[in-house]
């Protein structure tokens, strides 16, 4: 698993994750099983350690239950996609969710 480009915003996050597994020759299209060593598993892990972190720090924090992800199936696609997260800082002022808005 790698972490391509990505931003952490004041309310959310976005990255872009590369599975890489070149030993992997079939892929199984949505069947239900064993929920480790998959995208869910990742999530999972990634927010159950930074909430940790956070009660440990008497950090005021929670997350929101779900998160939304996307296959990207082409050059073009990752490139729309790669410079949306490069931009979504820049036009935070903007947001509907900012709350600190001017």
């Given at each position: 698993m790698e972490?391509?480009?990505f931003v952490?915003?004041?309310n959310h996050i976005h990255g872009i994750l590369f599975i890489n597994k070149p030993e992997k020759e079939?892929?199984?299209?949505?069947?239900?099983?064993?929920q480790s060593q998959n995208l869910a598993s990742v999530i999972r892990g990634f927010k159950a350690s930074v909430k940790k972190?956070?009660?440990m720090n008497?950090?005021?924090?929670a997350w929101q239950a779900k998160y939304h992800d996307r296959v990207i199936r082409d050059e073009r696609e990752y490139i729309n996609i790669k410079s949306y997260i490069q931009m979504n800082l820049q036009n935070w002022q903007q947001d509907t969710d900012n709350i600190y808005q001017p």
């Open positions: 972490l391509d480009e952490i915003m004041p079939n892929w199984n299209f949505n069947k239900f099983g064993s972190h956070a009660t008497n950090i005021d924090f």
